[in-house]
């Protein structure tokens, strides 16, 4: 669901807590996150937000392919 104000997409943001049950993680590997620059956040006075949008940037970022092994002939029967 997609909230708009006069016509434009708002932006969610959540906390470090609610972040973290986001990604199904610790809050402290949130904070850690944000601690080292590797997720952009917001600072509204001392409070930590972060943008929904930059969650998803950020899982994405992080994802790593599979590796195939298509073409590469593999002996199962032991021998060399």
């Known amino acids: ?3 708009q104000r ?7 943001y ?3 807590v609610e972040a973290a049950e986001h990604l199904n993680t ?3 590997f949130v904070r850690r996150l944000v601690a080292d620059r590797r ?5 509204v ?3 930590v937000r972060i943008a929904v949008a ?6 994405q970022a992080s994802r790593v392919e599979a590796i195939t092994y298509e073409g590469v002939r593999r ?3 032991g021998a060399a």
């Open 1 to 3: 669901m997609i909230l």
């Open 6 to 12: 006069e016509g434009k997409p708002m932006t969610t």
């Open 14 to 16: 959540l906390t470090v």
């Open 26 to 28: 610790s809050v402290r």
């Open 39 to 43: 997720i952009a956040f917001h600072k």
């Open 45 to 47: 006075g001392t409070h």
């Open 54 to 59: 930059d969650l998803e940037v950020f899982v």
């Open 75 to 77: 002996d199962v029967s």
